[in-house]
């Protein structure tokens, strides 16, 4: 069973900044398209970033634009979150999984079926 596991979330003031990470155990994140979603309570969860498999395509959804960047560690197997200046609005608590890349680059960030949710990390964006 494919297991995500996310890190780096933490408490940090707004226009602060947070570097997620993003691995998989017994499992190559390599050239496998990538997404981080989010989630607060009661509410869906939402994709806001995905980095393509083949291309390293990156789409970021406009809350985050300009803001977040996704990028990948092929040597360490990791994907990684860079959010800056972030917003009391980018409280949530924060996954990945694998994406189909091919939707990544039409804009759509929707999980594959490739094992199951992690955890999350959580991110507070508070003064």
């Known amino acids: 069973q494919v297991q995500f596991v996310e890190s780096g979330g933490g408490l940090v003031q707004p226009g602060g900044s947070l570097r997620l990470s993003c691995a998989a155990s017994?499992?190559?994140?390599?050239?496998?398209?990538i997404g981080w979603f989010r989630q607060v309570p009661g509410k869906e969860r939402e994709g806001v970033s995905c980095?393509?498999?083949?291309?390293?395509?990156?789409y970021y959804t406009d809350s985050v634009k300009g803001r977040f960047t996704i990028s990948r560690d092929n040597a360490k197997n990791t994907v990684y979150l860079q959010m800056n200046n972030l917003t009391p609005e980018d409280t949530a608590r924060y996954y990945c999984?694998?994406?189909?890349?091919?939707?990544?680059?039409?804009?759509?960030?929707?999980?594959?079926?490739?094992?199951?949710w992690g955890q999350g990390t959580q991110v507070t964006v508070s003064s």
């Open positions: 999984a694998t994406v189909v890349s091919l939707h990544c680059r039409a804009g759509v960030i929707r999980r594959t079926d490739i094992g199951s």
């Open positions: 017994g499992f190559t994140l390599n050239y496998r398209g």
């Open positions: 980095i393509s498999g083949s291309d390293g395509y990156t």
